[in-house]
């Protein structure tokens, strides 16, 4: 056992950050975030050199990443199983490396204990994170922030540091504890060195309680239903359950009707652009007719997500459109942030053609579509996985949403933990903006999250039959420090640990020239 005791310790961290995210036992057990990375942390102690480091990191964080994203090889009902398996080990081999540079760079550097060790692991950590997030495309599902979605006091100082900040200090307090421990038994002399971390955890959490306390109800509001439909996967790929999945949406859309919302919601490519086109075959056509009788019967307005093909560039784009009573467009937003091999190959040309889709094309403007008949609303769009993206959602809101709706289909992950890890990010998003965000998602998790991050009633994903109807506060509040700077904090952990790095390199090479000589 002590031959192998560090090993076990960087696999123990590896289970708790599994455990403190949304996982397959159906627990989300956020408190072990607190002290997720310590064992890691401990293990670095006893390791002679930073190669050794590194190889501990990554163990962690294959550990870590299989854990939270083994759901993309049981995509294999959609794609070739060989496929996703070998695209979910590729991934998790990837991001795993970030923990393993982190151990590696934190072990390299000199300073191994105390207040500058603690603070360095931090900046460290979410430097990395930060740079996993846009770096190849990006790729920052299971950010250390997200783990702390349903404590609303600890995620309250995103809005001024992003969940990234929510993350640092997460890190921070780990580090903390790490030192502590490290140092026994001879710990007590370290005592001071956690006492400004301890500080800093307690004013965030003092941040977030006072935030929550003088929380104060919106003036105006929108009541919206949300159709989430839940159709699984297997059923919404294939053309010939179209008609009963259609009739279906339209029935529920006809008694959520009933509350007289003022916008109904239907979740992610619910539809395909040639319906709402009057040039298409009489096939097609009926639906046409249907859906725009049904909004003008019932003086609809309908945000849906669709399928759009465009005939001026031949492409096809993951779209949401805004429809009136009328049937008509009011606005619509295209998916920007497209899913790699998901949703277009990167360098396909160069690639094997192993996934058989058409891919789509992006978007390219970030404006919120303006709703009539209300007072001051624009409504932000965010659709499926761009929602993970802090920055791409804060620019909508920049350019005047006050109200964020997320439209997505979760039923490609059905019975894994997908859908709860996609629904964690929500919450985070609407606190960086300290604006309202609906979400209506097909097999996921359909709510209506407040400003603070407070999560209404929710639909599941196995409730196939049901609709929400809710009030959704309008924010007028002045935008947020984050939604006004941005990721100013990671790029700031990254600059200084970019610092450090170029400090300890010059020292290094000082000393192996002086070592020649």
Not at 72 to 81: E, H, Q, R, T
Not at 175 to 188: F, H, K, M, N, S
Not at 327 to 348: A, D
Request: with cysteine; proline share 6%; glycine share 6%.
């Amino acid at each position: 056992m002590k031959r192998y005791q560090n090993w076990i310790l960087a696999g123990l961290s590896g289970i708790l950050l599994v455990l403190s995210h949304p996982n397959f036992t159906k627990f989300n057990l956020f408190p072990l975030a607190w002290i997720a990375l310590v064992p890691l942390l401990i293990s670095l102690k006893s390791i002679s050199n930073w190669k050794s480091a590194f190889w501990l990191g990554y163990t962690t964080g294959l550990i870590f990443f299989f854990g939270l994203v083994y759901w993309i090889a049981l995509l294999y009902p959609y794609a070739n199983i060989f496929v996703t398996t070998l695209g979910c080990i590729a991934l998790v081999g990837y991001i795993a490396v970030y923990v393993g540079v982190f151990a590696g760079l934190l072990h390299w550097l000199p300073w191994r204990s105390g207040l500058p060790f603690i603070f360095i692991a931090a900046s460290i950590w979410t430097g990395l994170e930060w740079v996993r997030g846009w770096l190849l495309t990006g790729f920052p599902w299971g950010s250390m922030g997200y783990t702390q979605w349903n404590n609303l006091p600890a995620i309250q100082i995103a809005s001024i540091t992003g969940v990234h900040g929510v993350g640092f200090v997460i890190v921070l307090f780990n580090a903390a504890i790490a030192d502590l421990i490290r140092a026994y038994p001879d710990w007590r002399r370290q005592v001071k060195a956690i006492v400004l971390p301890v500080i800093i955890v307690i004013a965030s959490f003092a941040y977030g309680i006072f935030c929550l306390s003088n929380s104060e109800e919106a003036t105006d509001s929108i009541k919206i239903a949300l159709v989430p439909g839940n159709v699984r996967q297997i059923e919404k790929w294939n053309p010939k359950h179209f008609p009963r999945i259609f009739d279906k949406y339209i029935r529920l859309t006809e008694k959520a009707n009933t509350a007289n919302p003022d916008l109904i919601v239907w979740p992610e490519t619910t539809l395909r652009g040639s319906i709402l086109s009057d040039q298409v075959n009489p096939n097609i056509r009926q639906y046409n007719q249907r859906l725009k009788q049904m909004l003008d019967k019932h003086q609809i307005y309908l945000l849906t997500g669709m399928v759009n093909l465009e005939p001026a560039d031949n492409a096809y784009y993951n779209s949401v459109f805004l429809l009136s009573p009328a049937g008509k467009k009011l606005g619509s937003y295209s998916k920007i942030h497209l899913v790699p091999f998901g949703e277009y190959v990167p360098l396909s040309r160069y690639l094997p053609n192993l996934i058989q889709f058409k891919p789509y094309e992006p978007g390219k403007s970030t404006k919120p579509l303006p709703f009539p008949n209300t007072k001051n609303t624009q409504i932000g769009i965010s659709i499926c996985f761009e929602s993970v993206f802090p920055n791409l959602f804060r620019k909508a809101v920049k350019k005047g949403a006050n109200v964020m709706g997320i439209l997505t289909n979760d039923a490609w992950f059905e019975n894994t933990a997908a859908p709860e890890q996609h629904l964690a990010v929500a919450p985070l998003r609407a606190v960086e903006n300290r604006v309202p965000v609906f979400r209506c998602a097909n097999g996921g998790i359909s709510c209506i999250i407040d400003a603070f991050g407070r999560v209404t009633t929710r639909i599941l994903p196995d409730d196939t039959q049901s609709f929400l109807i809710g009030e959704v506060p309008l924010s007028h509040q002045k935008k947020t420090f984050y939604t006004r700077y941005g990721d100013w904090f990671p790029i700031l952990c990254s600059l200084v640990s970019l610092a450090l790095i170029g400090y300890q390199s010059r020292i290094w090479v000082a000393a192996k020239f002086s070592r020649q000589a």
